[in-house]
């Protein structure tokens, strides 16, 4: 095994090792608050992933990230209450779900997704109006999710990104 490939699986594994079963990855009767230590930990996993595949880019500093509600979010990108979207990354911030249990890892994979977008930005510029270079990026945010949960031993939870991943299109836009 190469060292890259052992680095993420020691980040990967130190992140996850008190995550809940895969049952309880769905069930939310409670959200706990993203604390600062599970931010850090998500930026760092989001940074080694995506700069350590793009040449060891300078590690930047973290953006700011926004908590609101689901439906806040729905209204921001769909202009309807009820919407697919748990976040989202405009203008060098996050925006993300209080539904979201950052402590399961399907819910933490999705602050990854937001932070590599934050990160390309970084790397390459704001992306240009159009679509093939969305897709590029957004393809991928979630192929790094994907990866992250499949290192973590969360197959289920990698499909259902891929799945997702799949169904985006440029009318998608977000």
Known sequence: MNADYLRTAALVAAFFLSAPSWAAIDE???????????????????????????????????????????????????????????????????????????????????????????????????AKEGCEEWLEREWEAYFIQYNVLTKAGQYLAAQMVRGAAQQVRCVDSH
């Not at 729905?74 to 209450?81: E, F, R, V």
């Not at 994979?109 to 590599?116: A, C, D, M, Q, T």
Request: glycine fraction near 10%; charge should be negative; proline fraction near 7%.
């Open 28 to 126: 939310h009767p409670q959200p706990k608050a993203l604390t600062e230590a599970q931010e850090t930990s998500i930026y760092a996993l989001a940074y080694g992933q995506y700069g350590g595949a793009h040449g060891g880019m300078p590690m930047p500093a973290r953006p700011l990230v926004v908590v609101h509600s689901r439906e806040q979010i729905c209204m921001t990108i769909t202009k309807k209450p009820d919407c697919p979207y748990y976040g989202y990354y405009v203008d060098g911030g996050i925006v993300i779900s209080k539904t979201l249990d950052f402590s399961s890892l399907i819910d933490a994979s999705k602050l990854l997704h937001e932070y590599v977008h934050y990160l390309q930005d970084q790397r390459l510029g704001v």
